[in-house]
């Protein structure tokens, strides 16, 4: 069983920049693909980027590209994702997600994975 524990979330102003972390514990973390997923109020929770178990292909969507990268460091079982030039639409709960994987494939649906954190909100003020 697989516990995550994401942190690095608040509030920022637009333009700004934050680095969410999620810490994984309970299994080798070098055996999960590892992805960030957000939720706005009363919105489905979307795919916001993913990484391979070592760490040597990612994949961001459309609507962060070029402001957001996900990165891991299997020495400390942490996963990331640095967020550039922040806009209001950005705001939502961040959840890390874990999936049995040593393929370079990426999954962008949430049933793709089998664990989830807790979530830490991000909140951009205009």
């Known amino acids: 069983q697989v516990q995550l524990v994401e942190s690095g979330g608040g509030l920022v102003q637009a333009g700004g920049s934050l680095t969410l972390s999620c810490v994984a514990s309970?299994?080798?973390?070098?055996?999960?693909?590892m992805a960030w997923f957000r939720q706005g109020s009363g919105k489905e929770r979307d795919f916001v980027a993913s990484?391979?178990?070592?760490?040597?292909?990612?994949y961001h969507a459309d609507s962060v590209k070029g402001r957001f990268t996900i990165s891991r460091d299997n020495a400390k079982n942490t996963v990331y994702l640095h967020m550039n030039s922040l806009k209001p639409e950005d705001t939502a709960v961040y959840y890390c997600?874990?999936?049995?994987?040593?393929?370079?494939?990426?999954?962008?649906?949430?049933?793709?994975?089998?664990?989830w954190g807790q979530g830490t909100q991000v909140t951009v003020s205009s």
């Open positions: 997600a874990a999936r049995p994987s040593r393929s370079y494939s990426h999954a962008a649906g949430p049933g793709a994975y089998d664990y």
């Open positions: 309970g299994g080798t973390f070098s055996n999960y693909a």
């Open positions: 990484i391979n178990w070592s760490g040597g292909s990612a």
